[in-house]
């Protein structure tokens, strides 16, 4: 069974900075990639930053320049470092993974409990 346990939400202020963790646990053959989608209130749930298993680094173009999304120490680790913040960056943060669970079957898509991020004066 593979789990995405995210941690590092919190409460800022406008142009604070915080780092949001996400690990996989389980059985795993490959990550094919991870990352984070958010959701404000009354809002779609929108992908915020990825990394594909290649090294890719995907960005949606308003955290461009902002947030930097990297591989953590150990292979099933990754991290989302977000400076600058922002109001509009305030929502439920999910860590998202695709992963391969054993060789030669499909991928499948995995979701983490969502970390609240609060960005307020």
């Known amino acids: 069974q593979v789990k995405l346990v995210e941690s590092g939400g919190g409460e800022v202020q406008p142009g604070g900075s915080l780092r949001l963790s996400c690990e996989a646990s389980g059985s795993i053959f490959r990550i094919n990639s991870m990352g984070w989608y958010r959701q404000a209130p009354g809002k779609e749930r929108d992908l915020v930053a990825v990394?594909?298993?290649?090294?890719?680094?995907i960005y949606a173009d308003s955290v461009k320049g902002r947030f930097t999304i990297a591989r953590g120490g150990t292979q099933t680790t990754r991290y989302l470092q977000m400076n600058s913040l922002k109001p509009e960056d305030m929502a439920v943060y999910y860590c998202n993974a695709e992963i391969t669970v054993t060789f030669g079957t499909l991928r499948q898509t995995y979701w983490g409990q969502g970390t609240q991020v609060t960005v307020s004066s």
């Open positions: 990394l594909t298993w290649e090294g890719t680094a």
